[in-house]
Each structure stands twice: as C-alpha cells, then as structure tokens.
C-alpha cells in the first residue's frame, strides 16, 4: 500500500509563503506524474499543479507564477512552493500521485487570512 502524507500547512497572511512537502512510502521516480491538488468549501476539487516523471510541468491559470512544483527523488518528496499567497488560495491542498494507478494523500490545510 503506497502511502502520501502532506505537511507543511498552516496559517499565512496574505503575501506570505508556504512550502508543502509530500512523503511517499515509495520511491518518486516509480510514479508517472505527482501533483498537487486543492479543494476548498463549495468548490470543486482543481489541480494546482503537476510534475511528470519526464519533468514537464503544469500549473493551473490561477497560481501560475507563484507556485512551483518540484521533487526530491533522494528524500522521495514532491514540493509545492508557495509564494504571494491570497485569500483565494485557501483550501485542503491534496497530493496525487500516478503509477498509472491513483493515490491520495490525507490532505493539509492552508488558510491565507490576515
């Protein structure tokens, strides 16, 4: 059983950064994408960004610019840097990974709020 933890969450004013870090029980390198995802109350579940096991990346419109999605293969981790945070940014941020098969993390919380 392949096992996604998130960590990094938390409170943040507007303007600030957070960096979001997923441990996977396996080794990255196994996975044909890593992303990340966000949910937040009465909207839909979007992806944030992805990273392929070629190193392509996307980013959705709205974080395009401030985020940066990376992994560390050494320490089997995807990274989600976040800069220039709003408001709108806050959601459960989910990571995702595909082997083709899909695995979830349990999610963190990020609130942008003065």
């Known amino acids: 059983q392949v096992q996604l933890v998130e960590s990094g969450g938390g409170l943040v004013q507007p303007g600030g950064s957070l960096r979001l870090s997923c441990a996977a029980s396996?080794?990255?390198?196994?996975?044909?994408?890593m992303a990340w995802y966000r949910q937040a109350p009465g909207k839909q579940r979007e992806l944030v960004a992805a990273?392929?096991?070629?190193?392509?990346?996307n980013y959705a419109d709205s974080v395009k610019g401030r985020f940066t999605i990376s992994r560390d293969s050494a320490k089997n981790t995807v990274a989600l840097q976040m800069n220039s945070l709003k408001p709108e940014d806050t959601a459960v941020y989910y990571c995702?990974?595909?082997?083709?098969?899909?695995?979830w993390g349990q999610g963190t919380q990020v609130t942008v709020s003065s």
């Open positions: 995702n990974a595909k082997s083709p098969k899909e695995y």
């Open positions: 396996r080794s990255i390198l196994s996975f044909l994408v």
């Open positions: 990273i392929s096991m070629g190193s392509n990346t």
